[in-house]
């Protein structure tokens, strides 16, 4: 047997320097890895045969899948034999190594042996592995070995989720017989998920029980089973569901009876315990600020490809949105709200955040990207799932909730404002970390929710059912704003992966399109605008009252332009007109600017929509629209280049 010490080369890369600890597979090394000039962390096993050796490489090639900034990735996997005993005795015995990441920290087990953990702090750790476990759980890997001594913690007080090395994916071909004896689970009953101490297999549910476990050691001191002198008898009282009342717990009582409920069944899944654990106990805002996780998204990559049917014509979300603030008005009591200072984008904008953006904020607003805060994989309980990341307004991401045959039966729309609001005592608003969310009432087929930024902004979350059997709409706006809330406790709004085009209309502010002459062929409207929507690509005029003569100028995309009304030639280009789209006496225009094909695959085309309203006839409002639509689209034509 291979004798290990400091000094010994694996692979002829990672070169041992010194054990920093033992896990539940082998001893730990810290080591240098001299082709990419790094300090790593390897895990020495040696598999029984090769079986194991097999098995083991699997289950190294699921953890290298996670990406997460609360999860100890790993880069690679090296299997070393060493040479038989003459002939026929096979290929020699097998050393695996599974390098990783290495987190100068130490583990929870170590902390708690020091010094027991206050609520709030073993909160924090909890919120943190709970969105470790939701991430490899959304990706079919359960760790199944979730303790003190495999939750690191750095000096920052993040907390890492390591040794996935028993990880199994939930459609992994191997099927396990564990044996519950005292020698094969050493040390872990303590943390035991009650169904598998009855032999049942590991899953989802066991793991936050573990985390529920290991919460509840951290705070009173010993195992949810109490403290008894044998291992075996530990895993009796599991079988038993003999739990000990928390009595150190504070806040996080709650959340530890639900994560310690024996019935698998009615226990959270993971995803739920990080909201259970984030209400009670979120990780304070320094440690926050250091959890951007630069792997997070673009989640397209994640999204359930399915054969992609005509997407059908939906109002532009500034209006539907506007019509359901106007309801939510009414019946919610907004008292208030404050307008952010977003300027024009000018010629060029960067395609980088400010590096003062911080967890919860939205950021630089034209890089921002709205489809970094949702997942289709991450709601496909509610049935075949995709993402639209270039459907309606510039900032605007959907997900689409489809039938088999590609129909949409519901979705989800995502988009950012420029204002945070204030709602009344009647509104239920919680505290996630840096931002609040306000779950608005439901409207007929749609339900909001709205999360106010760090940064004074505001991100709307709207469900919408399509068909009377499809999915509840707050159902879906809770999932989608679930997943969007723990992005932003991990940092700011992702960016785009990509800037603008240069021929895009993103380049523009909506505001500077109509001038002084062309706005006074409407009488009695301001010439100065009255509103302006997220990053200037939209803009409103309007008259004193409101009511006399209304403008708006929005930038947005479609994928079935003909379906918004009347064809018309607008300076030469074919658009279309829409008498009385939004109530009598209004005129819609719609005026393509250029097509392409987006990151899904899909047809789209940009262009802007502008609507005339007031007390003129409809007639007289089609022709006032088509006129300035004319103007507007001179001037789009003067500052972008040609889209070639």
Known sequence: MLTLKAGHQVAGRYLLKEPIGRGGMGVVWQAWDETLKRIVAVKCARPDDDQAARRLKKEAQYAARLHHPNIVPVFDFVEEREEGDGEGSGSGEATCW?????????????LVEAELLSPEDAGSVGCQIAAALAKSHALGVVHGDVTPENILVTEDGVARLTDFGIARALWSDVTLTHTITA???????????????????????????????????????????????????????????????????????????????????????????????????????????????????????????????????????????????A???????????????????????????????????????????????????????????????????????????????????????????????????????????????????????????????????????VGTRREAAAPDPCALADAATDHAVAVLDQGPVPRRPAPWPTTSLARLNACQLLDTAALKRL???????????????????????????????????????????????????????????????????????????????????????LTVSGEQPTEKACATAETLSAIALRNIRDRLPEDK
């Open 327 to 461: 309801a939510i008005g009414i019946t919610a009591g907004i008292i208030g709200l404050t307008w952010g200072d977003d300027k024009g984008a000018g010629p060029d904008p960067k395609p980088s955040a400010p590096a003062s953006a911080h967890a919860g904020a939205i950021g630089d607003v034209f890089t921002a990207d709205p489809c970094g805060l949702l997942d289709a994989a991450s709601m496909s309980r509610f049935g075949n799932t995709e993402i639209d990341p270039d459907y309606g307004e510039l900032d605007r991401c959907d997900v689409l909730v489809l039938s088999d045959d590609g129909d949409e039966l519901a979705g989800v729309d995502l988009n950012f404002s420029s204002d945070g609001r204030q709602f009344d005592a009647g509104v239920p608003i919680r505290r996630v970390g840096n931002v609040e969310v306000a779950s608005l009432t439901r409207a007929g087929d749609d339900c909001e929710r709205f999360i106010s930024t760090s940064d004074g902004r505001g991100i709307f979350v």
């Open 98 to 110: 599974i390098v990783m990441e290495y987190v100068p920290s130490r583990s929870l087990a170590q």
């Open 183 to 325: 020698g094969v689970v050493r040390g872990k009953p303590k943390y035991l998920a009650p169904e598998l101490a009855k032999g049942r297999p590991a899953d989802e549910k066991a793991d936050v029980f573990s985390l529920g476990a290991s919460l509840f050691a951290a705070v009173e001191g010993h195992s949810p089973y109490g403290q008894v002198d044998h291992p075996m008898a530990y895993v009796a009282r599991a079988i038993q569901g003999h739990l000990e009342p928390a009595e150190r717990a504070g806040r996080l009582t709650d959340p530890l009876t639900a994560l310690l409920e024996l019935d698998a069944r009615r226990r959270p899944d993971a995803a739920e315990a990080y909201r259970l654990l984030t209400r009670a106990a979120p990780p304070p805002p320094e440690v926050q600020s250091r959890l951007v996780d630069h792997n997070t998204l673009h989640l397209a990559s994640l999204t359930l490809r399915l054969p992609r049917a005509v997407r059908r014509r939906r109002r532009p979300l500034g209006l539907a949105a506007g019509a359901l603030a």
């Open 523 to 609: 009488p009695g409207l301001r010439t100065q605008p009255s509103d302006h929507g997220f990053a200037d690509w939209e803009c409103d005029w309007s008259s004193v009252d409101g009511d006399q003569a209304f403008v708006q100028l929005s930038f947005t995309r479609d994928n079935q332009l003909e379906d918004n009304g009347d064809p018309t030639t607008i300076a030469g280009t074919k658009s279309y007109v829409s008498p009385e789209e939004d109530g009598e006496r209004s005129c819609a225009v719609y005026v393509p600017h250029r097509t392409y094909t987006n990151s899904v695959g899909d047809g789209t085309t940009e262009l802007f929509r």
